[in-house]
């Protein structure tokens, strides 16, 4: 079947509109008020409030095309699948239908609208266990809709189970879907378990039902809702019959661009990693500075693993003949391609291009600091190798990839001492794990009442800000909440005078004392824009939003959740107020 993006992106939209689905625009990439992961990296994950149950202001049927990043697999980036963004289309219950209707329509979806054949099909259910039993309901689903015993298999936790996105939150078991690709069975107990290629995913239906615990205890959700995900690439790649993601129309034009300013093909052997690392790399950088919270390259956070793609983009590029200057033509390709179904890339298009030949010319200038740390080190040289520790620290610090080093080595006549190198490698990154999983402690929902309270204050303190600092410079630009202390990000050209940060806390402390009470409406974006509310969404589809009014105080498009008063606070206090990037201040503030 021919299909482009354009198209799957309308069918699923529309199959899931004539089921009662209201349509919801994509979240941002970069979630707000969640401390615990960097981007958003399923469709899900703006969804965790209302999947535990608080009411969506959309209803609870929603659907979507979701803008998601994992950094997980970088390396593998360049074989046929692999992508660190991708677009996941969904589709939830909240607290709504079930079982019951979710497997005919996912069966009805994948066979009359995708036009997959049924014997091709392959599901995968839950096998049960302690906490949850044996799925055999929809297992007798997929076969009444006519999936053959023999092509539904049985699997636990390991395969059949989603979620939680962090250490506790919403999950429950799940039932896949799998095209076969018609590869022979790779032994007797060959499954969509095993990872010989002759299945392939396509789409995942989970029916969460669970919340896992902090002590790793399942106890039931208020409601039972369904969750599902499907690739856009990869069920594109797959209605196609083609081999690769990179050959999906996605990528045709940017892959296209990219023979062009390198003078290589995609059939040629040699090239065709690079080919893939930059246009995937460059198209998921396009995606992070254009976000409707973009950010732009740094060394913390989001900014950094913006950074490692793109410096790693450059490097890659190098090896094909890309030059400077290229990689911006080739995010233009990116925004003209995802223009309509994106608009905020279209609104960034500019940004997007400086930003890259920025962290290009910063790159080419850290390379030959690199450059000359490298030449000092070949002079000192004690033997004929260049030790791990070295050429990780060229790494590290200098941003010089291994295969480099090992390179400007050979042309002198050393060695590198890669096993030493990897083993710094491996230490780093277990460090950086832990650092990962550090986020990931307080859970997706922490929907605890310090965190609701210290959300209130950020509203109440970026409302004085405006009005201390000046309406027109100050806008947010980021926001991180534990249940300790808030983090605010917000535009503004210099440090903060220790008159004005006394007065911020003043006027919060004022409506603080005012005791007001909070109330909560439902209205489209327009009608918050009008009502003078602020924040920042990018609405397709003319959906309700909430709108957070804190007496006179501040107006918000919001999700929550908030204080029920303000009088709950306590008092505000001020910790810190630093540069966070250029143009960018950050505050920490508490409530004590
Ligand atoms: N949350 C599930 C997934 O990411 C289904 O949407 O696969």
Not at 94 to 123: I, N, Q
Not at 539 to 551: A, H
Request: glycine share 8%.
């Amino acid at each position: 079947m021919k299909l482009t993006s354009d198209e799957l992106r309308k069918k699923w939209i529309n199959f899931f509109k004539d089921r009662g689905h209201t349509p919801i625009s994509s979240a941002s990439l970069i979630p707000e008020n969640d401390p615990t992961v960097l981007f958003t990296t399923a469709g899900m994950h703006p969804l965790v409030p209302y999947l535990l149950g608080q009411p969506h202001p959309a209803g609870k049927r929603l659907c979507d095309t979701q803008k998601c990043v994992r950094t997980g697999d970088i390396d593998e980036v360049g074989d046929a699948s692999h992508c660190t963004f991708f677009e996941m289309l969904g589709n939830w219950s909240l607290g709504d239908y079930f079982k019951d209707e979710m497997v005919p329509w996912s069966y009805e979806f994948l066979t009359e609208r995708l036009g997959l054949d049924p014997d091709r099909l392959a599901v995968t259910v839950f096998e049960g266990d302690d906490d949850c039993p044996r799925d055999e309901h929809t297992a007798a689903l997929w076969e009444k809709c006519g999936i053959k015993r023999e092509n539904i298999f049985y699997l636990g936790k390991k395969h059949n189970w989603w979620g939680p996105a962090g250490q506790t939150g919403p999950c429950g078991p799940d039932t896949e879907m799998f095209f076969d690709t018609g590869k022979p069975k790779c032994c007797d107990t060959c499954s969509p378990a095993c990872d010989c290629g002759k299945y392939v995913e396509v789409w995942n239906d989970v029916f969460m039902q669970f919340n896992k615990n902090a002590d790793g205890t399942f106890s039931p959700l208020k409601q039972k809702n369904v969750d599902t995900g499907m690739g856009l690439e990869r069920a594109l790649m797959n209605v196609q019959g083609l081999s690769s993601v990179y050959d999906t129309d996605v990528f045709t034009p940017i892959v296209k661009k990219i023979e062009e300013l390198s003078g290589r093909k995609m059939s040629d052997a040699d090239a065709v990693r690079a080919i893939r690392v930059v246009a995937d790399h460059v198209r998921t950088a396009t995606f992070i500075i254009g976000d409707e919270r973009g950010v732009t390259p740094s060394n913390v956070d989001q900014g950094y693993i913006l950074r490692r793609l793109l410096r790693r983009a450059i490097r890659f590029g190098s090896t094909i003949g890309l030059k400077s200057g290229d990689y911006s033509k080739i995010a233009n390709v990116v925004v003209d391609k995802y223009a309509e179904a994106y608009p905020e890339l279209a609104a960034a298009r500019d940004k997007i291009a400086f930003e890259i030949d920025e962290e290009q010319t910063r790159f080419e200038r850290t390379l030959e600091n690199g450059i000359k740390e490298f030449e000092k080190l070949c002079k000192y040289i004690q033997g004929d190798t260049i030790n791990g520790k070295s050429a990780f620290r060229l790494y590290d610090t200098y941003g010089f990839p291994l295969e480099m080093t090992v390179e400007m080595a050979k042309e002198r006549g050393f060695k590198v001492d890669v096993d030493g190198f990897n083993a710094r490698f491996e230490e780093h990154r277990n460090l950086s794990h832990a650092g990962a999983e550090q986020r990931f402690k307080g859970g997706l929902a922490d929907t605890g009442e310090l965190t609701a309270r210290l959300h209130t204050a950020t509203h109440l303190m970026h409302r004085a800000l405006k009005e201390v600092l000046g309406d027109e410079g100050v806008n947010q630009r980021g926001s991180n909440i534990t249940p300790e202390r808030l983090r605010f990000d917000f535009s503004f050209a210099r440090a903060m005078t220790p008159d004005e940060v006394k007065a911020v806390e003043d006027k919060v402390n004022e409506a603080i004392k005012a005791d007001v009470e909070i109330t909560c409406e439902e209205m489209t974006v327009d009608e918050a824009k009008a009502a003078g509310a602020v924040g920042l969404f990018a609405s397709k589809y003319g959906e309700k939003v909430k709108v957070y009014t804190m007496g006179e105080y501040s107006k918000e498009i919001c999700g929550g959740p908030h204080a029920n008063r303000t009088g709950e606070l306590g008092h505000f206090k001020i910790l810190k107020e630093q540069s966070s990037s250029a143009g960018v201040r950050r505050i920490k503030a508490v409530l004590e």
